[in-house]
């Protein structure tokens, strides 16, 4: 045994919240090896003396490291491995056997068992320390990264809540469009577990409906909370979306003030009007939406900056939408995970199918968040 091992030396503040079992029958040995654990600057040291005791504690607490010797009575250190790696809790639980079993088969029996490593009595205390060094480390950075993960699962569930109360219900969706005499379906899919585009519906009017598509910037998270900031400004201007070009100017204006160039958008807004068929829409920053009348798809074509540049620019366009005609609305996420081209899937797509928008959607995995919307002019009032 070296006495320098066993010598005063700095502990290591990393390992302050650091908790180790020592499990051993040999009183000496668990001495030795707490003033070992003490001297490193480990903050939590449990001590049990077989396998029954270190099961309790161990199971009870979730410990980073175990010292495990082998040879035990009761319940010996192989049992023991054996029953917590039943146990997915701890599958990845650092375990340091001790033994004195020197050949290379009570070797593999002990790595079988379910041990990380394994040190051979009598050992170096110099090695012995390294090796719950490495370990101890290890097995704190996987805690450090699994409690990171679970915070950030819990702001995914945040938002994921905000985001379903921002979307149009399904129940809102059928309303409205049995209100205005048109069928409404849409696909949202984030590419990532929540995502950054965004659509809403609003009555602007007892003639007049209004919608807006949404693609912010970024994915995932930072996606969605873009989106949501992006969703209180659309809320804020929704009365002027009676002008759709004045209601995207207004967004601009806004975001680049609030955001100082860290958050931008494309957009889409329109208004639909229930009597007349008329469509005013305009867009930005956003693939063209299109306008399927009788056997031919058109290009709505639009075109400006960015939203939160603080420039953009558009005119609101019109159309005239026959009974029976169709909108089509879309995010890039559709148009970057199709095969086709979007004119040539709507040329050949079933326009009376029930859901269109699901016909329409991609089967396989997608390269962007997707949002696809269709509104259909219905040829009677009624459903």
Same mark, same amino acid.
């Given at each position: 045994? @070296?006495?320098?091992?066993?010598?005063?030396?700095?502990?290591?503040?990393?390992?302050?919240?650091?908790?180790?079992?020592?499990?051993?029958?040999?009183?000496?040995?668990?001495?030795?090896?707490?003033?070992?654990?003490?001297?490193? %600057?480990?903050?939590?040291? $449990?001590?049990?003396?077989?396998?029954?005791?270190?099961?309790?504690?161990?199971?009870?607490?979730?410990?980073?490291?175990?010292?495990?010797?082998?040879?035990?009575?009761?319940?010996?250190?192989?049992?023991?491995? !054996?029953?917590?790696? !039943?146990?997915?809790?701890? $599958?990845?639980?650092?375990?340091?056997?001790?033994?004195?079993?020197? +050949?290379?088969?009570?070797?593999?029996?002990?790595?079988?068992?379910?041990? /990380?490593? #394994?040190?051979?009595?009598?050992?170096?205390?110099?090695?012995?320390?390294?090796?719950?060094?490495?370990?101890?480390?290890?097995?704190?950075?996987?805690?450090?990264?699994?409690?990171?993960?679970?915070?950030?699962?819990?702001?995914?569930?945040?938002?994921?809540?905000?985001?379903?109360?921002?979307?149009? +219900?399904?129940?809102?969706?059928?309303?409205?469009?049995?209100?205005?005499?048109?069928?409404?379906?849409?696909?949202?899919?984030?590419?990532?577990?929540?995502?950054?585009?965004?659509?809403?519906?609003?009555?602007? @009017?007892?003639?007049?409906? %209004?919608? #807006?598509?949404?693609?912010?910037?970024?994915?995932?998270?930072?996606?969605?909370?873009?989106?949501?900031?992006? $969703?209180?400004?659309? =809320?804020?201007?929704?009365? $002027?979306?009676?002008?759709?070009?004045?209601?995207?100017?207004?967004?601009?204006?806004?975001?680049?003030?609030?955001?100082?160039? =860290?958050?931008?958008?494309?957009?889409?807004?329109?208004?639909?009007? !229930?009597?007349?068929? =008329?469509?005013?829409?305009?867009?930005?920053?956003?693939?063209?939406?299109?306008?399927?009348?009788?056997?031919? #798809?058109?290009?709505?074509?639009?075109?400006?900056?960015?939203?939160?540049?603080?420039?953009?620019?558009?005119?609101? =366009?019109?159309?005239?939408?026959?009974?029976?005609? /169709?909108?089509?609305?879309?995010?890039?996420?559709?148009?970057?995970?199709?095969?086709?081209?979007?004119?040539?899937?709507?040329?050949?797509?079933?326009?009376?199918?029930?859901?269109?928008?699901?016909?329409?959607?991609?089967?396989?995995?997608?390269?962007?968040?997707?949002?696809?919307? /269709?509104?259909?002019?219905?040829?009677?009032?009624?459903?």
């Amino acid at each position: 045994m @070296s006495q320098d091992a066993l010598s005063p030396q700095k502990s290591l503040p990393e390992f302050a919240r650091g908790h180790v079992v020592i499990v051993d029958d040999d009183p000496t040995n668990r001495v030795l090896l707490r003033n070992l654990c003490e001297k490193l %600057g480990i903050g939590i040291i $449990d001590e049990a003396e077989d396998g029954n005791v270190a099961y309790e504690i161990i199971t009870r607490f979730q410990p980073d490291l175990i010292l495990l010797d082998v040879r035990m009575p009761r319940m010996d250190g192989l049992e023991l491995m !054996k029953r917590l790696r !039943k146990d997915p809790v701890f $599958d990845r639980l650092s375990i340091l056997v001790q033994t004195s079993m020197q +050949s290379e088969e009570d070797h593999v029996r002990c790595f079988n068992s379910g041990a /990380t490593d #394994v040190i051979t009595r009598p050992f170096h205390l110099a090695e012995l320390k390294a090796r719950i060094t490495a370990h101890l480390r290890s097995a704190i950075a996987a805690r450090v990264l699994f409690d990171f993960r679970k915070r950030i699962q819990a702001h995914i569930e945040i938002t994921h809540t905000f985001l379903d109360a921002v979307l149009p +219900s399904s129940e809102t969706i059928e309303a409205l469009a049995y209100d205005y005499g048109v069928s409404i379906s849409s696909v949202y899919r984030p590419h990532d577990e929540i995502g950054g585009d965004l659509w809403t519906l609003r009555a602007l @009017s007892d003639d007049l409906l %209004g919608l #807006v598509l949404v693609d912010a910037s970024a994915h995932g998270l930072a996606g969605a909370i873009n989106t949501l900031r992006v $969703d209180c400004l659309v =809320q804020e201007y929704m009365e $002027d979306l009676y002008d759709p070009g004045i209601f995207l100017g207004k967004l601009d204006a806004a975001m680049a003030k609030i955001s100082y160039g =860290q958050l931008f958008a494309g957009a889409c807004a329109l208004t639909f009007h !229930k009597k007349t068929g =008329q469509v005013l829409y305009a867009g930005s920053a956003i693939p063209y939406p299109f306008h399927i009348t009788g056997q031919k #798809v058109h290009v709505m074509k639009t075109r400006g900056l960015p939203l939160g540049s603080g420039a953009v620019q558009v005119e609101t =366009q019109s159309i005239t939408m026959a009974k029976g005609d /169709t909108l089509v609305l879309y995010s890039d996420g559709w148009s970057e995970s199709i095969i086709r081209t979007p004119e040539d899937i709507l040329l050949h797509a079933d326009l009376g199918a029930p859901f269109l928008a699901e016909t329409l959607a991609p089967k396989g995995d997608i390269i962007d968040d997707m949002t696809l919307i /269709t509104l259909q002019r219905r040829f009677t009032d009624g459903i």
